[in-house]
């Protein structure tokens, strides 16, 4: 079973986008926010992708340094910008199907008003 929850900081905006369906999917770089990074070689970055009513919920959410609580579905893929890295690695991607928050930067901001 490759089901796990971590918490990530999320290093960039979060960016949405659609399927033809109307299908909507979140994808958020983040890095894993438990490690130190004493060894400069290990790659602590991992891809999430939110999808459909969770997806509106990050976007409108989560923003660049929060941390969050994520579960879902660990998986293997080819980098996105292969050519430029060339090399064999794999970048681990996770299908959230639950996001929390941990430590948000704006709260006080009224991010969370209604």
């Known amino acids: 079973m490759n089901y796990s929850s971590f918490i990530i900081k999320i290093l960039g905006k979060p960016e949405q986008s659609f399927f033809d369906d109307n299908i909507a999917v979140t994808e958020i770089i983040g890095k894993f926010g438990q490690f130190q990074n004493n060894n ?3 790659d602590t970055i991992i891809h999430l992708s939110i999808w459909g009513n969770l997806a509106y919920d990050a976007i409108k959410y989560y923003k660049e340094n929060d941390y969050v609580i994520v579960e879902g579905y660990i998986s293997l893929r080819k ?3 292969e050519e430029l890295h060339n090399t ?3 970048q681990v991607e996770l299908s959230v199907f639950k996001i929390y928050p941990f430590s948000l930067n704006n709260i006080q901001q009224g991010r969370f008003d209604k």
């Open 40 to 42: 400069k070689n290990s």
């Open 79 to 81: 980098p996105i910008f």
């Open 88 to 90: 064999n690695k794999k």
